[in-house]
C-alpha cells in the first residue's frame, strides 16, 4: 500500500543467549499506571506476578500526567456524553464498543484507584472538584496536588504494589524479545538486567502469560514531552514477535509543550523531555496568542482553546508557519499568582525553572510529540493477535480513541483494560510451557546508538505534525541509510533498532493514509476522505519488510 523504500527490520534483537531462566505465572512489562493496575488485579485472583520495568517503577509516563483522569463522577453527566464526546475526538475510527466499554466501567476504577489511597482534589465540603480540558462537554476531569495528577496515581499504585509480597519487580531492565511456546503462543521473555549479582545480563521469565504495558515512543521524535525511556519497546516487540499493529500514524502532538529559551540548543543532542503545559490551564481560562498577543482560536472552533487537541495543534502550527517563530504564547497572566500557584504548582515550578513567570510573563508554548494513538492491536479483553500475550495503556490500540484521543482518556483507559485483561487471564490461565527454540533463519541483529540523534531530526521534520508524500519519501530515505549498519549488543543499541522499527511503520502509515484525519496531518490530502474510513495493519513479514492490510470500518 506505499511505494516508499524503507530499511529492512530486525526478527529477533542480538543478544546473548540467556544466562539465567525465572518463572512466573504473569509477567507483567512495565510500570505505569496500566502495568501496575494489571498486577494489582492479577495479585487480586491469587496469581504470582513479576514486573519488569526498564529504569526505576517510577520512571515513566505515568508520573508525568498533568491534567487528570476523566470520568463520570458528577450526576449531571452521564457516560453517553463522555462517549460522544470520545468518538467525536477519534473522527469516525473509535470502536464504539470499547469506547462504552471506557465510559461505562470508568466511574468505577476511579473509585477503585481512590480506595486503593489515591488523593484527588477536593471542595471544602469534601465533594471531587472537576474541571474540563478539550474535547469535553462537561466537567468530568479528576485531578489531583492541581496538576500533579499521575504523580499522585503513581505514587498510590507502587505503595499497593510495594505492600503485596507475592508481586516481584524486577527494575532497570529492558525486555528484548517475547518467547513462544511450539503451539505459538507466549511463554515469556527475554531481558537484560544493568547491574551486579545473579541476574546481571541476559536471561529469561518464563510466564504463562505476558502483559505488554510499556508506554509510548515518543521519543521516535526530537521534540517530545515523553521520558527518556518512551523508545518504543513494546510495539518493536510485538512486530518482531508477528503480532499486528495499527493506527500507529496517529502520533497525538500536544500542543502546549513548553519551549523554553534553551530548548532548540537541548534538541540537538537528542530528545529531551519537554515539560508540557496542561490544557487545564487552558480550562481555567488561559488563552493562546500570536507573536502579536492576537487570540488566534476564537473562531476557529467553538470551543475555541479547548478545541480537541489535533486542531488546537494544527491551529498553532499554522501560525508558527506564517511568522516564522518556533513557538505561539500562552496567556495566563489575568488568571493571577496566588490561583496559578495553587492551581498549577508544577507547570509554574516548570516555567520558573525556564526563567519565565506565568504571573507577569507570556509562556512560550509549541506542539510536541506526545501520545501515540494506536499500538499493538487487542480486543476488549486486551489479548493480541498473539495468544497468550496481552497489551494495554500507551503500546495497545484497544480502539478507544481512533484518530485522535480525548484528553485525559488515557490513565482511564490504562485503569479500564488492565482490569479486563487480569479477568481475563485469571479465568483462563493455561499451564506453564517451554520456549521453543528460534527458527535458524530468523537473522537478529541491532543498530549502532549514533543513529538515534539523526532519526529522531528526520522524523520531527517529515512525518511529525505536518506530512506528505514528499517529506516522507525524504524520512523513508534517511531511515533506510540509518538502517543500513550494524551495531553490538548493548542497552543503547537495542533501543536505537526498537526506535528504527517504530519510525519505519509509522511512516509506511503515514504515507499510506492519504487524508487528514485527527492528528495525521496530510499536507497534501488536507481533508478526511470517506474511503479512509477504516485501519492500517501493520506487521513484519519474514524477511524484515513491512506489510500492510487494509481494514475498513465496519
Not at 499536507?523 to 470517506?530: H, K, M, N, Q, S
Request: glycine fraction near 10%; charged fraction near 20%; include cysteine.
Amino acid at each position: 500500500m506505499y511505494d516508499v523504500r524503507l530499511p529492512a527490520l530486525p526478527r529477533r534483537l542480538l543478544a546473548p543467549e540467556p544466562g539465567w531462566a525465572e518463572t512466573t505465572d504473569v509477567v507483567v512489562v512495565g510500570s505505569g499506571v496500566a502495568g501496575l493496575t494489571a498486577a494489582l488485579h492479577l495479585r487480586e485472583a491469587g496469581l504470582h506476578v513479576t514486573v519488569v520495568t526498564k529504569v526505576d517503577i517510577d520512571d515513566g509516563s505515568t508520573r508525568w500526567a498533568q491534567g487528570g483522569i476523566a470520568a463520570v463522577l458528577d450526576p449531571l453527566d452521564s457516560p453517553a456524553a463522555h462517549a460522544v464526546d470520545t468518538e467525536v475526538a477519534g473522527v469516525g475510527l473509535c470502536d464504539p464498543a470499547a469506547v462504552r466499554v471506557l465510559v461505562e466501567e470508568g466511574p468505577t476504577r476511579v473509585r477503585e484507584l481512590m480506595r486503593l489511597g489515591a488523593s484527588f482534589d477536593r471542595h471544602p465540603d469534601g465533594t471531587l472538584m472537576l474541571t474540563r480540558e478539550g474535547g469535553h462537554s462537561a466537567n468530568r476531569i479528576v485531578h489531583a496536588g492541581g496538576d500533579a495528577t499521575g504523580a499522585e496515581v503513581q505514587r498510590a499504585l507502587h505503595m499497593a504494589v510495594h505492600r503485596d509480597p507475592w508481586i516481584r519487580v524486577v527494575d532497570h531492565a529492558l525486555v528484548l524479545d517475547l518467547l513462544r511456546a511450539a503451539d505459538g503462543r507466549a511463554c515469556g521473555v527475554t531481558l537484560h538486567v544493568l547491574g551486579e549479582g545473579t541476574e546481571d545480563g541476559v536471561g529469561a521469565i518464563l510466564a504463562r502469560a505476558v502483559v505488554l504495558a510499556t508506554g509510548g515512543m515518543g521519543q521516535v521524535f526530537a521534540a517530545t514531552t515523553n521520558p527518556v525511556v518512551s523508545t518504543g519497546d513494546g510495539i518493536g516487540l510485538a512486530l518482531r514477535a508477528g503480532a499486528t499493529v495499527t493506527d500507529i500514524e496517529f502520533v497525538q502532538f500536544h500542543p502546549t509543550a513548553l519551549l523554553p529559551p534553551t530548548a532548540a540548543a537541548a534538541q540537538s543532542s537528542g530528545a529531551p523531555q519537554q515539560p508540557l503545559v496542561s490544557e487545564a490551564l487552558r480550562g481555567e481560562g488561559a488563552h493562546l496568542v500570536d507573536p502579536d498577543g492576537k487570540r488566534f482560536m476564537v473562531g476557529q472552533h467553538e470551543l475555541a482553546e479547548l478545541a480537541p487537541r489535533d486542531v488546537v495543534a494544527k491551529a498553532i502550527h499554522r501560525v508558527m508557519l506564517a511568522s516564522g517563530e518556533d513557538h505561539v504564547y500562552l496567556d495566563a497572566r489575568h488568571l493571577g499568582a496566588e490561583f496559578l500557584t495553587q492551581r498549577f504548582p508544577t507547570i509554574v515550578a516548570s516555567c520558573r525553572a525556564a526563567g519565565i513567570d506565568p504571573a507577569t510573563d507570556l509562556i512560550p508554548v509549541a506542539p510536541a510529540a506526545h501520545y501515540a494513538s494506536g499500538g499493538v492491536r487487542t480486543d476488549l479483553a486486551g489479548r493480541t493477535s498473539i495468544p497468550g500475550l496481552y497489551a494495554c495503556g500507551e503500546v495497545a490500540c484497544t480502539g478507544v480513541h481512533g484518530a485522535n484521543r480525548l484528553a485525559s482518556n488515557s490513565l482511564l483507559e490504562g485503569l479500564v483494560f488492565a482490569r479486563r485483561i487480569a479477568t481475563d487471564i485469571a479465568a483462563d490461565l493455561p499451564p506453564p510451557a517451554d520456549p521453543a527454540p528460534d527458527h535458524p533463519d530468523v537473522e537478529a541483529w541491532v543498530l549502532e546508538p549514533d543513529i538515534v540523534a539523526p532519526l529522531q531530526q528526520a522524523m520531527s521534520r517529515g512525518a511529525g505534525v505536518l506530512r506528505s508524500a514528499e517529506s516522507l519519501t525524504a524520512t523513508a530515505a534517511q531511515l533506510t541509510q540509518l538502517g543500513a549498519g550494524r551495531g553490538r549488543p548493548r542497552t543503547a543499541s537495542w533501543e536505537a533498532a526498537n526506535l528504527l522499527t517504530v519510525a519505519s511503520a509509522l511512516v509506511a502509515a503515514a504515507y499510506a493514509r492519504q487524508e487528514t484525519r485527527g492528528c495525521h496531518w496530510r499536507e497534501d490530502f488536507p481533508d478526511a476522505r470517506d474511503e479512509w474510513l477504516g485501519h492500517l495493519l501493520a506487521g513484519i513479514g519474514p524477511t524484515g519488510s513491512l506489510t500492510e492490510t487494509w481494514e475498513p470500518v465496519s
